[in-house]
Nanobody
Framework: QVQLVESGGGLVQPGGSLRLSCAAS????????MGWYRQAPGKQRELVAA???????NYADSVKGRFTISRDNAKNTVYLQMNSLKPEDTAVYYC??????????????WGQGTQVTVSS
């Protein structure tokens, strides 16, 4: 089985920074695309940033220039560095990964979510 475990959320003042981490573990053969999504109360889950296995990235327009996604393939971990945070960034942040397990099947896996609150 595969697990994605997120960490790094919390309460931060506007203009502050946070770094989220998401580590994958289990019967992993290969990890393909990884990404961060967020869901605010009453809103649909939306893509924040994504990164391919080769390191290509894309971002939601609302976070371009403020957030940076990266990954450490040796640690099966994806990161989201969030700078210049705004109250509208408040949401539960989820990581997602497309993973081939050792039995050969490929599936998408989600983390449990971590709360990010931006407030003074």
């Amino acid at each position: 089985q595969v697990q994605l475990v997120e960490s790094g959320g919390g309460l931060v003042q506007p203009g502050g920074s946070l770094r989220l981490s998401c580590a994958a573990s289990g019967s992993i053969f290969a990890i393909y695309g990884m990404g961060w999504y967020r869901q605010a109360p009453g809103k649909q889950r939306e893509l924040v940033a994504a990164i391919t296995s080769s390191g290509s990235t894309n971002y939601a327009d609302s976070v371009k220039g403020r957030f940076t996604i990266s990954r450490d393939n040796a640690k099966n971990t994806v990161y989201l560095q969030m700078n210049s945070l705004k109250p509208e960034d408040t949401a539960v942040y989820y990581c997602k990964a497309t993973i081939r397990v050792t039995t050969g099947s490929v599936s998408e896996y989600w983390g449990q979510g971590t709360q990010v609150t931006v407030s003074s």
